[in-house]
T-cell receptor, first 115, second 117 residues
Framework: NAGVMQNPRHLVRRRGQEARLRCSPMKGHSHVYWYRQLPEEGLKFMVYLQKENIIDESGMPKERFSAEFPKEGPSILRIQQVVRGDSAAYFC?????????????FGAGTRLSVL | AQKVTQAQTEISVVEKEDVTLDCVYETRDTTYYLFWYKQPPSGELVFLIRRNSFDEQNEISGRYSWNFQKSTSSFNFTITASQVVDSAVYFCALSEGLTGANSKLTFGKGITLSVRP
């Protein structure tokens, strides 16, 4: 019974490169959430997706960041032209189909370092 | 707007001591959900508990207990007879709303608990 799988665990990029973070939800879960954890801070919500649909992107930076959750395959968080300030841990969580207050189960995170 | 405050940033105790982690929340919704997560040194986030706003019963699970008080908007977490393996960052979180569309979690900044042998 695999949990939420995120890869890679660690990602190093130079300024200006693109970063692609992948998240496979738990089996049977159709909702995916992305959060960012900056050093010394809690997790901040970025985006909430269902298959082929963005439900809430109120936490996404306006530029360079995008997310998708296609019908087949993992959810992808894409950061274009990375800057040093993008260095953080990015966590993905998944939950079962829509009920308020669903427990979100988290992956182990992707630690992005921008040189 | 929703907000979660964990005023304690770091707590250090000796093994077998009891420790309480505080959490205060703000929300305008009458229906909401509260959570605690644990982040051990390995970095993953582990779900510990969920409570809804209509259920103020305290909960005990082994050495862990939770005290939910709507009157003070608090959802505190107590570890009894702490162990070294309890060393981690603990996050309190809140989600609002009646529909799945509002299920995003608002986290506090976390409390770093160190349990010394």
């Amino acid at each position: 019974n695999a949990g939420v799988m995120q890869n890679p665990r660690h990602l190093v990029r130079r300024r200006g490169q693109e970063a692609r973070l992948r998240c496979s939800p738990m089996k049977g879960h159709s909702h995916v959430y992305w959060y960012r954890q900056l050093p010394e801070e809690g997790l901040k919500f970025m985006v909430y997706l269902q298959k082929e649909n963005i439900i809430d992107e109120s936490g996404m930076p306006k530029e360079r960041f995008s997310a998708e959750f296609p019908k087949e395959g993992p959810s992808i968080l894409r950061i274009q032209q990375v800057v040093r300030g993008d260095s953080a841990a990015y966590f993905c969580a998944s939950s079962p189909p829509s009920l308020a207050g669903n427990i979100q189960y988290f992956g182990a995170g992707t630690r992005l370092s921008v040189l | 707007a929703q907000k979660v405050t964990q005023a304690q940033t770091e707590i250090s105790v000796v093994e077998k001591e009891d420790v309480t982690l505080d959490c205060v929340y703000e929300t305008r919704d009458t229906t909401y959900y509260l959570f605690w997560y644990k982040q051990p040194p390995s970095g993953e986030l582990v779900f510990l508990i969920r409570r809804n706003s209509f259920d103020e019963q305290n909960e005990i699970s082994g050495r862990y207990s939770w005290n939910f008080q709507k009157s003070t908007s608090s959802f505190n977490f107590t570890i009894t007879a702490s162990q070294v393996v309890d060393s981690a960052v603990y996050f309190c979180a809140l989600s609002e709303g009646l529909t799945g569309a509002n299920s995003k979690l608002t986290f506090g900044k976390g409390i770093t608990l160190s349990v010394r042998p």
